[in-house]
């Protein structure tokens, strides 16, 4: 299967891959294999880091399954550039979706540059200091640019000459694709969406030709601003200054990106900024609610993935598309999107899966222990009993399902919220979202305003647990590889059959 390789650029970048995580576990697809590389020079961001979880937790579930042509939760491969590289041999590299970058050891920005190498008030370390501030120097990159996208484009190039990059430009294949996302008013992604997009189609990498990733189909997100950090003129960074770098970037794109016809499909979002983030400078403090311009962001690499017109000559992009997401309906007083705000399209797309996703969650967390007994566990095997539910397989998947729950449950509660579902947000004494629970335990009312179809002959109600069992129970005839198989292949088929029954 060909590659959609994702280079995901900072902060946003990670959180808008953690949004793509999510809608690929609830079996949206691209037709591609994914192939997630993540830049990103803060070292100890708590949003990259999860992210990097999420997809380890994903790949490990996705292999232990081992779908093939049954449609199933986690269908869509996510591996590492490592993964696709092979770990034999001289040129192998890590499994790590999050990609170093060579110099990059915290520090001085003026350390990285060997600043004090110059001659001592030379010519050189007079441009430089033309150039770069004396805080610019003194920037600590121990906790990425910080928001100043002419230090990223000096730090980022390395990655582009780095044993990384250049295994990149051997494995892809004239079949493959490129996305990037990036915001466009900070300073890691501003400065490295340009800078990736120019190395690639240029096609010479360590000093080698390489026509097919010249011309290559390349897909990109441009996140203009979507919060405002809380703080003052004081801090290093401020989003007052988010607009004035955002038209700069923009005017820039313009005439260096679109112009040129470097790029086969742009895609554009953005954000009233009624959301007010804490001003924390990177690091393990920076822990922001996922948002729904995230999710958006997420489909437009799924738009990408799936738009089979997009076509690449002589190293230009033919007939580019510069696409912006939008809703129907949303009243700016109580900014609110469910399922029924959005196009058709984009609700044919996610409306079910999600719902599925959500379904099999709750079922695994309330009711799967008590039905070791069902039909559907124990009459064909391999079976799902007790030690199933003690495996690592299992740990891990519940561990994503939680993490699946808390990522609805913060973007039911951010501005825009994103609120598809009659649930409520657990929160902890931190005020951070540990859960969520139903408004009521029917999981044929847990979408939001989408009532359930009432049959003309039916009598009496089951509760809505009692037909996910049953739906399991007709298709406990079937044959599984693996008892990791079984239960995801089981559920998808059971979730999709009661939900486009009852409610779709």
């Not at 880091?49 to 986690?74: G, S, W």
């Not at 400065?191 to 096609?203: C, E």
Request: glycine share 8%.
């Amino acid at each position: 299967m060909p590659k959609l390789y994702v280079f995901a650029i900072g902060g946003t970048g990670s959180r808008v891959l953690k949004s793509l995580t999510m809608l690929l576990a609830s079996g949206v697809r691209t037709g591609y294999e994914v192939v997630p590389i993540i830049l990103d020079p803060d070292s100890s961001a708590a949003d990259v880091a999860k992210t990097e979880q999420l997809l380890n937790e994903y790949r490990n579930i996705q292999k232990a399954v081992a779908p093939e042509n049954e449609n199933v939760f986690f269908k869509n491969k996510i591996e590492s550039l490592g993964d696709v590289i092979g770990t034999v041999g001289a040129n192998a590299i890590g499994k790590e979706f999050r990609l170093s970058i060579d110099g990059l050891n915290g520090g001085k920005f003026k350390d990285f540059i060997d600043y004090n190498v110059l001659e001592d008030g030379g010519s050189n370390q007079a441009l430089i200091d033309i150039l770069f501030s004396e805080s610019n120097l003194n920037l600590d990159l121990e906790v990425g640019f910080q928001g100043n996208p002419n230090i990223g484009s000096i730090v980022l190039n390395k990655f582009t000459e780095s044993d990384e990059f250049n295994q990149f430009a051997n494995s892809f294949t004239n079949n493959d694709r490129i996305f990037i996302i990036s915001s466009i008013f900070g300073g890691t992604g501003a400065a490295g969406f340009p800078l990736i997009l120019k190395n690639i189609r240029q096609g010479i990498v360590s000093g080698k030709n390489f026509d097919h990733l010249r011309n290559a189909v390349i897909g990109a997100i441009t996140v203009m601003p979507y919060f405002k950090l809380d703080g003052d003129n004081t801090d290093r960074i401020q989003s007052s200054t988010f607009y004035s770098k955002t038209k700069a970037a923009l005017h820039y794109y313009h005439n260096n990106i679109s112009e040129s016809k470097d790029i086969n499909a742009l895609y554009y979002i953005a954000d009233d900024n009624n959301n007010v983030y804490k001003n924390v400078v990177g690091g393990g403090g920076q822990k922001n609610d996922s948002h729904f311009v995230e999710l958006a962001a997420a489909l437009a690499i799924v738009d990408f993935a799936n738009d089979n017109t997009l076509e690449t000559s002589n190293g230009n992009a033919q007939n580019p598309k510069y696409k912006e997401f939008g809703v129907n309906d949303l009243s700016l007083d109580h900014p609110v999107v469910t399922f029924k705000d959005l196009a058709l399209e984009t609700q044919n797309q996610i409306q079910v899966n999600l719902t599925q996703l959500l379904c099999f969650s709750l079922y695994l967390e309330n009711e799967l222990r008590d039905n070791l007994s069902a039909p559907f566990a124990k009459e064909t095997s391999p079976l799902i009993d007790q030690n199933f539910l003690s495996s690592t397989f299992y740990a891990q998947l519940t561990r994503f399902l939680q993490q699946y729950r808390i990522w609805l449950g913060e973007m039911k509660r951010n501005k825009i919220s994103f609120a598809p579902f009659n649930i409520k947000e657990i929160v902890d004494n931190q005020g951070s979202v540990t859960g969520i629970t139903p408004h009521n335990s029917d999981l044929l009312q847990l979408v939001a305003g989408i009532a359930e179809r009432k049959g003309l002959f039916k009598l009496f109600k089951e509760k809505s647990y009692d037909l996910l069992t049953a739906a399991l129970n007709d298709h406990r005839k079937s044959k599984y590889p693996t008892v990791e198989n079984k239960l995801l292949v089981k559920f998808y088929n059971a979730t999709d059959s009661m939900l486009i029954k009852n409610l779709f």
